[in-house]
C-alpha cells in the first residue's frame, strides 16, 4: 500500500461541528469537535488547545476504506523513512 497525503487531491475528510449547546459537550454548537473521513465516516474527536493531539493518522478507517493510506507528513518522516 502506498501512502497519500490528506493534502492530497482526491483525499476528502472533514471537520464536524459539535452540534449541541456548551452544556453538553462544553463546545459551542459551531465549534470543530470531530475529525471525519468522508469515505467510511471514521471520527476521531478533536482536542482543546492544551492537548492537541488529534491527526489524520489517529482515524480508526473501515478496512475497505480507499483512505486508510493518506497519512501526515509528520507520520511519514517517524515511522517511513
Known sequence: MSLRSFADEGTHFRIVPSG???SV???AITEPKFLECTEC???IR???PEGH???I???PHERDCDQRDVV???YVERFVR
Do not use: M, Q
Open 25 to 27: 459537550d462544553g463546545l
Open 41 to 43: 465516516g471514521a471520527r
Open 46 to 48: 478533536i482536542d482543546g
Open 57 to 59: 493518522d489517529n482515524l
Open 20 to 22: 449541541t449547546p456548551p
Open 72 to 74: 501526515s507528513r509528520d
Open 53 to 55: 493531539t488529534t491527526t
